[in-house]
């Protein structure tokens, strides 16, 4: 039998989580956001800095970035029409966060990288 009260804790505790994931969630997202916080603004200075990212993909992910409150984008009447994008003020929320997952990344690269002999003894 399910415990009502421990799986609604569960959902409530998981729903923001979700939500995060929904934000920041693929391939790409991240990527783009990092190299904006590096100082890439225009469109094809983005695309350069990401590999195997396409145009559509690139453009794409910035409107859900835009849409989320993390990215603006400015077009200047100049000639030709030049497009800049910038982080938020908003994004800077997720300084911490990339920074967690920075570190859990490369702690969890070290362990999985960890000579077989050493994970037998772990084991132990």
């Not at 077989?116 to 132990?124: D, I, M, R």
């Amino acid at each position: 039998m399910i415990d009502k009260k421990n799986h609604g804790r569960c959902l409530k505790a998981l729903i923001p989580i979700r939500d995060a994931l929904d934000v920041i969630n693929g391939k790409w997202k991240l990527q783009i956001i990092i190299a904006l916080s590096a100082g890439n603004s225009r469109f094809k200075d983005i695309e350069r800095q990401i590999p195997k990212i396409t145009a559509r993909m690139l453009s794409k992910e910035l409107k859900e970035l835009e849409n989320h409150h993390l990215v603006k984008r400015t077009v200047y009447d100049s000639q030709p029409v030049t497009v800049e994008y910038t982080l938020t003020p908003y994004a800077d929320t997720l300084d911490d966060v990339i920074k967690a997952l920075h570190d859990w990344g490369a702690q969890h690269r070290k362990k999985m990288n960890v000579d077989p002999a050493e994970k037998v003894t772990e084991l132990l």
